[in-house]
């Protein structure tokens, strides 16, 4: 399995993370990745390689303008506030919710922070804008490399991006590295182009990108959003909106599924994906759904993803897999080289 990794992503360190009233240690940290590259080294899974750099244009098919100015500055424009804002990190607490204006754009910081974000769980630190800028190059790297005929290639970065909108980050994303992917992919002549994302989480950034586009169809299995982050986007009835109108499907599942409902499922969104006609297929690749993880709910085991992972293979699709969520520190790395060695290991 080919692989770009980021060697930035450690430069991004929340300290804390707002969880249910408190502030606790972040989830969301280097070891995560660290754990996956060990394995991926242990296993000589391929070719670990830095990822090449793209000019900041090549964001702008998939977030905006004022977006990326926004992140790219926002670390400085934090501290300038207070130089003891350099020890702790920026969080959001204001929101412009229904019958407030986010068309203008306020020079108060924390207005801003609100504006171009969805919740309070995703710290933004100083190296938060290399992390996830050098994580951008790794899924357009990842992108290009199947585009130019690699069976598959691994974009193993964090943060996260699933969450992260065109023009916000939150749950831990912020750039969509699975978009970019996508995009990528469209940019260089694929004409149909599916996503698959498989996080515990639904990625509410990912679809919403795609909502009204016929040309990349969004499909992902998650936890009941009734229930779980991101709590306002992920239902069964989300099917796209205008030319995108039948190219949005997705698969909640309540708290609690395990293997055997989940794996049922997968067949469902690889049919969907094989009725789309895909000629390429971009996975949004969270290891969360392991029974041990911290935050979230199904309860799918360790050998279960050489399973997920020889499934996927059988879509017989080019394939761009992107690191997403996972925070079983311990088991993150094998389980995330299982789906990786099942999919390597499948004719
Ligand atoms: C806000 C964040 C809580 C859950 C974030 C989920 C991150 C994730 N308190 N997404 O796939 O793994
Ligand atoms: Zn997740």
Redesign the pocket.
Known sequence: MLTYYNHLHSDHEGKV???RGALVPCFEVPARVDRVLAELKKRKLGTVLPPNPFDDSALLGVHSQRYLDFLRGAWDDWVALDPANAKRDALPSVWPVRTLRSDVLPDNFAARMGLFSM?A?SPLTDGTWDAARAGADCALSAALAVAGGKRAAFALTRP?G??AGADFFG??CFLNNAALAAQALREQGLERVAILDI???HGNGTQAIFYERADVFYTSIHGDPSTE?PFYLGYADELGAGAGLGFNRNWPLPRGSGFEVWHATLQQALQGIAEFDAQALVVSL?L?TFVGDP?AGFTLQTRDFLQVGADLARAGLPTVFVF??GYAVADVGVNAVNVLQGFDQQA
């Open positions: 993370e707002m969880f919740d769980g996260p699933h969450h749950g831990y996080d515990y989480h982050f969270g969360d935050i997403e969520g």
